[in-house]
């Protein structure tokens, strides 16, 4: 079974643009959630989306957004994008909402100038 | 909200020896306890877990142990390998969020 796969892999962009990542889950995973990494503050949740529904969202300011389609694959959103947006954004997915189990893509590593 | 903290950030072992890592959380309604571990440049790896209901749970060289009542989980991993050096991070249940990290081990054995 393909694993959890993420693109593009590699993003630079500048202060003020905006940015669109894309997550494909495990086939038959239902429940995508979004992660932000860095050195500084580690893994931090940003949402999850299950059945085309976000879930639950973190804590951070609404220039972050995402969306799920009905296969599953989810897209997160950032604009305005500021120097300190400049990441790894992991997605991972589970079975279903109740399935604790996560499995993880390999990353969007963004960069912002 | 939950809080996972996490020890020691960084860890260095000879080669062979056992490496321990502790975390501990404050929402006493946590029932499901991960590790992953990542390596430079790679995705966070699902190594071990641990539910509730259980106090330890091993799966060769790596073991997981609980204590709910002191909330708090350890992972142990014996007999050290080069292979082994990544940064190893502990999680778990928050409500509605999936996973709250601790903020990593960076493990490095030492041949």
Known sequence: ?113 | GENVEQHPSTLSVQEGDSAVIKCTYSDSASNYFPWYKQELGKRPQLIIDIRSNVGEKKDQRIAVTLNKTAKHFSLHITETQPEDSAVYFCAAPWGNTPLVFGKGTRLSVIA
């Open chain 1, 1 to 113: 079974k393909a694993g959890v796969t993420q693109t593009p892999r590699y993003l630079i962009k500048t202060r003020g643009q905006q940015v669109t990542l894309s997550c494909s889950p495990i086939s038959g995973h239902r429940s995508v959630s979004w992660y932000q990494q860095t050195p500084g503050q580690g893994l931090q949740f940003l949402f999850e989306y299950f059945s085309e529904t976000q879930r639950n969202k973190g804590n951070f300011p609404g220039r972050f957004s995402g969306r799920q389609f009905s296969n599953s694959r989810s897209e997160m959103n950032v604009s305005t994008l500021e120097l300190g947006d400049s990441a790894l954004y992991l997605c991972a997915s589970r079975l279903l909402a109740e399935n604790n189990e996560q499995f993880f893509g390999p990353g969007t590593r963004l960069t912002v100038l």
